[in-house]
């Protein structure tokens, strides 16, 4: 048997309890009403009331007022009226064991995830992608897991981007049209995450969602906040991040069915954040998750202004609910107000749409599913004060915890493996010495060859001088000759005109004419 929480005294009778039985706390639930009608105490009461029971909670704290968990709560005049308008005595203050969790990892651990792990279908949702470019980035992550390159951080999937769009010619034949308008249209909306904080969520060391699972010494649950202020300015993150969260609790927890309490509760804070601008995929994917994982021992409560703001299929899933006030000021106020009072069974004593728009800060209508799993008829009650404080910790009261986590230096500390950044790098850098050694080469070739050519005008040259000096040498030879020769003839015939050769043609003359 399970054990029933007091959430609330009635309003018409303090003496009875409004409860929540804990063997139906995993039917989930919805927390609602106006701004300032008392939500976040709801909230902090049924926090505290899981973590007693030993049950760990997550839960987003969008303002920074729940860190006051962490923290004892005080008597004041105030505080005391109201136990006297409840009749109660007094209030065991005492804070609950807290664990602090930041996307951003300022105030708190850092929770990081892979983008492997989150996949392309949640990452196409948090880029605003629409079917084209999600089957693109698919294609993507497909490529990287095919050559065996791992998608860790954004740089990672940066440089798998770029990779991509630089051998689209060569990856078409397999991985289909890799459209350069649609790699652009990625690495832009990836841009725009980075610049909103996205980066920071993916990395290593990687969340093991089963550390939100942990109880303390005295076996109450770890309440685990996550530092939301910042995060609600980026919705796509805020949303995804839930959403991935969840599929890995969905993933990993094993099927329990019906236990006497849950293994962890969620409060999802500003609840309309994840279906605001969701595709009918994502929308989807939110709603199987939210039906099935109570069979996980999961419980899942939302937080919102306003009924409306959750889909029917969503709601319609919902067991326990709280409903603080709602203003009717407008016709679309005024449907609220009407929606909200026709999704709780009626109660005969009171009209539920006119009590939703008189309820006081603090007081709520109130249906939780019976001991049978039916919804009981709703109730008008005073929701029960916190144990721990109204006022937020300090931001060195924070650091001190975060200090003595039993996380401690686990998550802080990011981790950068060699993933596909590192490798393309590598690949990148590889191809350039390869280039520049090609480049080298033929550099080398063509001073070779340039130098072979000179070799070859050198001897040709060479050559040709060496045949113009013995053509010359040749052509001296013969002119000596010649002036040798001509020197001799003229030297002889100049002997020939002289006195010997006249007495030559003398003695020549008188042996032919000579007296007889």
Known sequence: MGTPIVIAKKTTDTTQDIVLHSQFANR????????????????????????????????????????SLAKAGSSSPKFDERLKTLNIESV?????????????????????????EIGPLLLAQMLNLNDTQEGVLSAVFRIADDQGLLLIDFKDLKAMLSYVSENTAELKAEYGNLSPASLGAIQRNLLALGD??????????????LDF???????????NILAADK???????????LLWMLSELFEQLPEVGDMDKPKLVFFFDEAHLLFDNASPALQQKIEQVVRLIRSKGVGIYFITQNPLDLPESVLGQLGNRVQHALRAFTPKDQKAVKTAADTFRANPEFKVDQAITELAVGEALISC????????????????????????????????????????????????????????????????????????????????????????KEQERFAKEQQKAAEKAQRD?????????????KSAARSLGGSTGQKI????????????
Not at 53 to 58: A, K, Q, R, T
Not at 231 to 241: I, Q
Not at 442 to 452: H, N, R, V
Not at 505 to 516: E, H, W
């Open 213 to 223: 699972i942990q109880t303390d010494s005295n076996g109450q649950g770890y309440i």
């Open 92 to 116: 065991p203050f005492a804070a609950s064991p807290v664990m602090f969790w930041d996307l951003f990892g300022q105030q708190g651990h850092p929770i990081r995830t892979t983008i492997s």
């Open 477 to 489: 030879r013969e002119k000596l000759t010649q002036d040798i020769v001509g020197t001799f003839a």
């Open 28 to 67: 989930h639930g919805l927390i609602a009403g106006a701004t300032g009608t008392g939500k976040t105490v709801t909230l902090k009461v049924l926090a505290e009331s899981f973590s007693h029971l030993g049950v760990p909670v997550f839960l987003a704290d969008a303002k920074g007022d729940v860190s």
């Open 369 to 456: 599913l019976d001991e049978q799993g039916t919804p009981q008829i709703v109730e008008r009650g005073w929701v029960m004060p916190p144990y721990s404080a109204f006022s937020p910790i300090s931001a060195e009261e924070r650091q001190v915890i975060i200090g003595q986590s039993i996380v401690a230096g686990v998550y802080d500390q990011a981790v950068d493996r060699d993933s596909a950044y590192e490798r393309l790098q590598q690949k990148v850098l590889q191809q350039s010495q390869q280039k520049q050694a090609d480049e080298l080469a033929k550099q080398q070739t063509k001073e070779q060859e340039a130098l072979a050519k000179q070799q070859a």
């Open 231 to 241: 995060l609600m300015n980026t919705p796509k993150l805020y949303a995804t991040f």
């Open 196 to 209: 909103q904080g996205g980066e920071q969520f993916f990395g290593e060391p990687s969340l093991n969602i």
């Open 505 to 516: 043609v003398r003695g020549l003359l008188g042996s032919l004419f000579g007296k007889r």
